[in-house]
């Protein structure tokens, strides 16, 4: 297989690559996904970064990004699977510009964090059963800058 058909097909089996460090890639999707594609990667890594670096003007799929408007300011929206800046765009038809927002590293959660956390997600999962309030709070502690950004936001959108 030749690296961009290997990138085209894990993108289409969910699966984004990425560089992350240099040397490095990155790959995120579903584990399950991920996981059938890990030998493959490996194989063909320095062929893969290769492609990446050559497109590195544009990713092959971010999760986050920055729309910027004509008027107003800009709005941050996450996607899952990862979007092209193409397909960002044609979902947000009024948006003049799509930028990636780089993946933060991930760290642990602050007890003022972790207890501001818990109080957003009763807030969001209020209705919700004790297990899935359980594993939003274990998922947000994992980013726990995102998942107050997030939380944030619904909550506000909420009271508007």
């Not at 990636?100 to 007890?111: K, W």
């Not at 969001?124 to 994992?142: F, I, K, Q, S």
């Not at 726990?144 to 939380?151: D, E, H, S, T, V």
């Amino acid at each position: 297989m030749n690296p961009a058909a290997i990138i085209r097909d894990a993108r289409a089996d969910g699966v984004c690559l990425a560089l992350c460090k240099p040397g490095t890639i990155k790959a995120t999707g579903d584990a399950d996904a991920v996981n059938r594609w890990l030998a493959v990667i490996r194989e063909h890594k320095a062929h893969i970064i290769e492609a990446l670096n050559d497109a590195k003007t544009e990713p092959i799929g971010a999760t986050c990004w920055r729309l910027k408007f004509a008027e107003g300011e800009p709005l941050d929206v996450t996607f899952c699977p990862p979007a092209t800046r193409a397909s960002v765009l044609e979902r947000y038809p009024h948006a003049i510009e799509a930028e990636p927002i780089p993946e933060r590293p991930r760290r642990a959660a602050t007890e003022t964090e972790a207890r501001e956390l818990r109080g957003l997600i009763e807030a969001v999962y209020g209705g919700e059963t004790d297990d899935d309030r359980a594993d939003a709070l274990a998922e947000a502690l994992n980013d726990p800058a995102g998942a107050l950004r997030c939380y944030r936001a619904i909550l506000k959108a909420r009271n508007t």
